[in-house]
């Protein structure tokens, strides 16, 4: 044994166990322990995972930094470019809707949609309402028709009759009168009273 376990022997108060125990651990200079090997991994195994692992690290890191470069050259040519942000917001919008109109489920809600459409269409209570409706739009065309003929007969029944056609006959007596009395100036005029046939005197007072 040498003099530093010698010390350590000395100086404990349970020096004979402590002797005894340390006796049987091998000491190495600068050897740290090492941990126990991952239960259902050899030893030559885990040295290779870890070593792939390490390697992984190091690529994530290198491709970190990449993508940051590759970033910052990519906003220097869309402001070299003139390209707003607005912009670029509704290429991203419109590539997405792109995106979700081509995507699976899209297509097939749509063919859901397009099932779904042509069973109602044909199905007996669509057409029956639809019927109904056509059915209901005639009659009501009819109606106004019918409506119209009615009151056109009864304009003409009306200028038809005894009463329409004196009251006619009247109005075209009067209007006759009136043009034919702007015509003929003042000669139709009907003459004041107690004047008679009698011409005027040439020496009448004023």
């Known amino acids: ?85 607005l912009g670029e917001l509704k290429q991203n919008l ?33 057409k029956k309402t639809q019927e109904t409706l056509s059915q209901a739009g005639q009659k009501t065309s009819a109606a106004l028709s019918t409506m119209g003929s009615a009151i056109s007969r009864k304009l003409g029944d009306m200028r038809n009759s005894a009463t329409f056609k004196s009251f006619e006959d009247r109005v075209g007596t009067i209007k006759s009168k009136v043009v034919g009395s702007r015509e003929n100036g003042s000669d139709n005029l009907p003459s004041s009273p107690g004047s008679g046939d009698q011409p005027l005197s040439d020496h009448a007072p004023f």
């Not at 600068?30 to 126990?36: D, E, K, L």
């Not at 899209?106 to 459409?117: D, I």
């Open 94 to 126: 419109s590539r997405s809707w792109h995106d979700v109109q081509v995507s699976t489920a899209y297509v097939k809600t749509s063919e859901k949609l397009g099932e779904w459409n042509e069973k109602v269409t044909q199905s007996d209570l669509y």
């Open 1 to 85: 044994m040498d003099s530093a376990s010698q010390d350590i022997n000395l100086n404990s108060p349970n020096k004979g166990v402590l002797s005894d125990f340390m006796t049987d651990v091998p000491v190495g200079p600068g050897v740290a322990p090492r941990a126990p090997a991952v239960e259902g991994l050899t030893e030559v195994e885990e040295e290779e995972l870890r070593a792939e692992l390490a390697k992984v690290e190091e690529e994530i890191v290198t491709l970190r930094q990449v993508l940051a470069a590759k970033e910052r050259h990519c906003g220097e040519l869309k402001r070299r470019l003139g390209l707003s942000t």
